[in-house]
């Protein structure tokens, strides 16, 4: 019971909105113990909405849970929408301590909100790829508006 107390404390759920955290109820009741993690990133994160915009959520799953369009699919069954915005959720696996940082994780680490991490695994890997970024392993450039990263030597 302390650890389920726990874990709902460290949520900020009392500061998101109702949609999001139905996004994460979302993960949860589609995922159960597979779910490691939901992290919210993009424009919504970083309070940039504009029309067209969506809520993107990171949703880590267990390594042993293979990824595929099925999970899409029980998602969109029932499509999900804050303020008008839709909830788009992207499936992943944690990444590999001391890997390739991939462009989506350096984001991620950046500008993601946690919104649930089941053992702080994804907090600790969040706080390593911003780590790996401020040692200058891993820079952000910029082309057409758009960022993209890079591994340096």
């Known amino acids: 019971m302390n650890e389920l107390c726990s874990r709902s404390l460290a949520l900020p759920s009392a500061l998101l909105p109702d949609g999001i955290l139905e996004g994460v109820r979302r993960a949860r009741d589609l995922l159960g113990e ?9 424009s919504w994160a970083r309070d940039e909405l504009v029309e067209g915009s969506d809520v993107d959520l990171l949703i880590v799953l267990d390594p042993e ?3 595929d369009r099925s999970l899409y699919r029980a998602w969109d069954r029932f499509p999900l929408a804050w303020a008008g915005y839709s909830i788009e959720p992207h499936f992943v696996h944690l990444p590999e301590e001391g890997r390739r940082i991939t462009g989506l994780w350096a984001e991620v680490s950046i500008d993601g909100i946690v919104l649930f991490d089941a053992e702080l695994s994804l907090s600790r890997r969040l706080a390593e790829i911003r780590r790996r970024i401020a040692s200058g392993e891993v820079v952000r ?3 057409g508006g758009h960022p993209y990263w890079v591994g340096v030597a």
Do not use: Q, Y
């Open 65 to 67: 849970r293979r990824i």
């Open 141 to 143: 450039r910029w082309e």
């Open 34 to 42: 597979d779910i490691r993690g939901v992290v919210a990133f993009g």
